[in-house]
């Protein structure tokens, strides 16, 4: 059983920022991808960024050029920085990591909530 342990969530003003962390334990396996989605309320999960072991990226537009995802392979730790963030990326926010190769797995960490303030 693999555990997501996330932190770094809270209340900021429009404009601020925040970083995310997320440690995955319980698996001598390591992730293939890790990343972050949010949920707002009333809407669907949806993709924040994810990262490969290998470092490759990808955005949702709503967040380029403003968040920045980056993985620590060694404590198997992702983080989420957030810069100018915007009332409308108030929103819980998921961890995941999974696995593709075997054993494969996927996991969903607890959430952490992210709000932004006007």
């Known amino acids: 059983q693999v555990q997501l342990v996330e932190s770094g969530g809270g209340l900021v003003q429009a404009g601020g920022s925040l970083r995310l962390s997320c440690a995955a334990s319980?698996?001598?396996?390591?992730?293939?991808?890790m990343g972050w989605y949010r949920q707002a309320p009333g809407k669907q999960r949806e993709l924040v960024a994810i990262?490969?072991?290998?470092?490759?990226?990808n955005y949702a537009d709503s967040v380029k050029g403003r968040f920045t995802i980056s993985r620590d392979n060694a404590k198997n730790t992702v983080y989420l920085q957030m810069n100018r963030l915007k009332p409308e990326d108030t929103a819980v926010y998921y961890c995941?990591?999974?696995?593709?190769?075997?054993?494969?797995?996927?996991?969903w960490g607890q959430g952490t909530q992210v709000t932004v303030s006007s």
């Open positions: 995941n990591a999974e696995r593709s190769s075997l054993p494969r797995w996927s996991y």
């Open positions: 990262i490969t072991s290998g470092g490759s990226t």
């Open positions: 319980g698996s001598i396996f390591s992730p293939t991808t």
